[in-house]
C-alpha cells in the first residue's frame, strides 16, 4: 500500500501530460473566428477516421485511467 501511495502521484502527473497533450493535438476544424463564436463555413459534421481516430481513442482512454488514478488516490 505504501509503495502505491508513493507511486501514484507521479502516474497522475504523467497521466494528465499526456491527456493534456492528446487533447491539445486534437484538430477541431474550425478557424480561428471559431474560438470566439463566429462562424465558420467549412467547419461541418465529419468522421473521424485514421489517426485522428486513433487520437480521439487515446484520448479517452487516458481520461478514464486518470479518473481512476485519482478515485484510488481519494481513498488511500
Not at 30 to 57: P, Q, V, Y
Amino acid at each position: 500500500m505504501e509503495f502505491l501511495a508513493s507511486i501514484l502521484p507521479w502516474t497522475q502527473i504523467v497521466l494528465s501530460v499526456l491527456l493534456i497533450i492528446t487533447i491539445l493535438l486534437q484538430q477541431t476544424g474550425a478557424g480561428l473566428g471559431g474560438i470566439f463564436g463566429g462562424n465558420d463555413e467549412g467547419a461541418g459534421f465529419h468522421s473521424r477516421r485514421g489517426a485522428e481516430k486513433t487520437l480521439f481513442h487515446i484520448t479517452i482512454v487516458l481520461a478514464i485511467l486518470f479518473a481512476l488514478s485519482a478515485l484510488v488516490h481519494l481513498f488511500i
